[in-house]
Structure formats: structure tokens, C-alpha cells
């Protein structure tokens, strides 16, 4: 964590051989969400600002990464599935998860809107990645771009307003 106006540098974690990574705020900035392989795979933990241990909060899945801490106060993240990537939502004091997108594809780097509703993420199918947006109501899940636009697409995120 850096202070910018001293430049002053505070270190958050201490885990000897482990790598950590993807910090992503919660709206309020009291907390953060990363990810670390600390038990041997990649999980998600939350931590205060302050330092402090860091709290498990993922369990299943044999990776969980890409966390992004919505507006709306849930984390959405990235799970391994069998041999594709799932989004899931998770409640960070209830720890209750839920499967937001299709198993049609793999689904990876979600990214939540401003308004909470909405996640932009990545749909790998056949070799291909594209950008989709799935909204949290209605649960669908659109292409942005045309498919007679070619090439791959990954890792959109959303203007703060």
C-alpha cells in the first residue's frame, strides 16, 4: 500500500513463498480482496487496511482468481470448473456464492459497472475470447461486439462513470 503523498511504501502481507496478487477495494476501503496461493492453490482472501491476518473466504474450485469488489458491496471472481472458468458472486460476510454465468463457456476477468448491476467479462469458447456483459437481474449474458469483428478480446473494465 502506498501513501502517495509521502510515497511512504506499507507492506500488507508477510506470506514466506506464496504468491499473492489482484488486490481489489471494497467501496468503503476498508477491506481488500486478493489472491493467494498460500494453501497450494489459488483462493481468495480479505484483508483490513490495516493489516491483520487474512481471512479465507473461497473454498471450492481448484482456483479462484480475477476477484473485483462491486459497488453493490459483493465480490465477483473467477472459478475453475472442471476444465473451463465460471463467474461467481459471493457475499464477503455471509460467504455465500452463486454461479452467474453459463456452463456454455469458459468465463473469466469479470469487471463490475458502476451501477452494480452489470459485470463485463471475458467468454473463451473454441480458442476464441470475447468481451460479455451479464446482467445481475435478468442473469443474461450479451455479446458486445459482432462476430464478423475478428480477433481475441479480454480484461474490459468499465469508465467510473
Known amino acids: ?7 511512504r511504501l506499507t507492506r500488507l502481507t508477510y506470506t514466506r513463498h506464496a504468491a499473492e496478487a489482484s488486490p481489489s477495494w471494497s467501496p468503503d476501503g476498508s477491506q481488500s480482496v486478493f489472491v493467494s ?11 483490513d487496511r ?6 479465507r473466504i473461497t473454498s471450492s474450485g481448484s482456483q479462484n482468481v480475477d476477484p473485483d469488489w462491486g459497488p453493490n458491496g459483493f465480490i465477483a471472481y473467477s472459478s475453475q470448473v472442471g476444465k473451463i472458468f465460471q463467474i461467481f458472486v459471493l457475499h464477503p460476510t455471509t460467504l455465500a ?16 459497472a458502476p451501477d452494480g448491476r452489470h459485470l463485463v467479462c471475458t ?7 470475447r468481451i460479455f456483459v451479464v446482467d445481475m437481474i435478468s442473469r443474461s449474458c450479451i455479446s458486445l461486439l459482432p462476430d464478423a469483428i475478428t480477433g481475441d478480446w479480454s480484461a474490459a473494465d468499465w469508465s467510473p462513470k
Open 123 to 129: 467468454r473463451v469458447q473454441n480458442y476464441r475470447s
Open 1 to 7: 500500500l502506498m501513501e502517495l503523498s509521502s510515497r
Open 50 to 55: 490495516s493489516g491483520g491476518e487474512p481471512r
Open 37 to 47: 496461493d498460500r494453501s497450494g492453490a489459488p483462493q481468495l482472501y480479505i484483508m
Open 97 to 112: 456464492t452463486q454461479q452467474i454465468t453459463p456452463t456454455d463457456a469458459s468465463y473469466e476477468d469479470p469487471s463490475w
